[in-house]
T-cell receptor
């Protein structure tokens, strides 16, 4: 079936550290891939997306590249800030049974300390 | 401010109570969603409405009853819930079903006693 696997959290980093949150997927067909972010006490917000192989999504210093050969969409940021503390969700959208479904990973909690 | 407002933000109820969660969006979207977010589990899609019609029920128990009177409002009626139903319930909307991005509300934190 279609699924998304994220690295287990929580992840704790110091400010200005490099961030990688791994995400791999299993899907029939060619999904679009997304990263959502959930700040404390809030709902999810779309952070970035990629719709085809080798696309790179980027936003707010975060990047992720759609790697079809490794079925991955790892999230990276070169220098994290305290304000990046949140839960990050990898997701894919796949067409199934004539309708499109959004499938989320379990989320990875990131804490950035000053 | 995401344009999607959920009320109440917090709700504590007993297993025999009946309550409703409300979601409202003023984004001109035509699709609305209910999600359940439990600790250490993937976000679970519960229901999808597209142009007021329910297009998806993801095997949700009948103690959860959605209602979509118009494209801007979505309700989730709750009755005889179980302790395992305690979770954060998120509402989202998008221009059309399954289109991205989905805009999420801040959620209702539900606790079942």
């Amino acid at each position: 079936g279609n699924s998304v696997t994220q690295m287990e959290g929580p992840v704790t980093l110091s400010e200005e550290a490099f961030l990688t949150i791994n995400c791999t997927y299993t899907a029939t067909g060619y999904p679009s891939l997304f990263w959502y972010v959930q700040y404390p006490g809030e709902g999810l917000q779309l952070l970035l997306k990629a719709t085809k192989a080798d696309d790179k999504g980027s936003n707010k210093g975060f990047e992720a590249t759609y790697r079809k050969e490794t079925t991955s969409f790892h999230l990276e940021k070169g220098s994290v800030q305290v304000s990046d503390s949140a839960v990050y969700f990898c997701a894919l959208i796949i067409t199934q049974g004539g309708s499109e479904k959004l499938v989320f990973g379990k989320g990875t909690k990131l804490t950035v300390n000053p | 401010e995401t344009g999607v407002t959920q009320t109440p933000r917090h709700l504590v109820m007993g297993m025999t109570n009946k309550k409703s969660l409300k979601c409202e969006q003023h984004l001109g979207h035509n699709a609305m969603y209910w999600y359940k977010q439990s600790a250490k589990k993937p976000l679970e899609l519960m229901f999808v409405y597209n142009f007021k019609e329910q297009t998806e029920n993801n095997s949700v128990p009948s103690r959860f009853s959605p209602e979509c009177p118009n494209s801007s409002h979505l309700f989730l009626h709750l009755h005889t819930l179980q302790p395992e139903d305690s979770a954060l319930y998120l509402c989202a909307s998008s221009l059309r079903a399954a289109e991205q991005p989905q805009h999420f509300g801040d959620g209702t934190r539900l606790s079942i006693l």
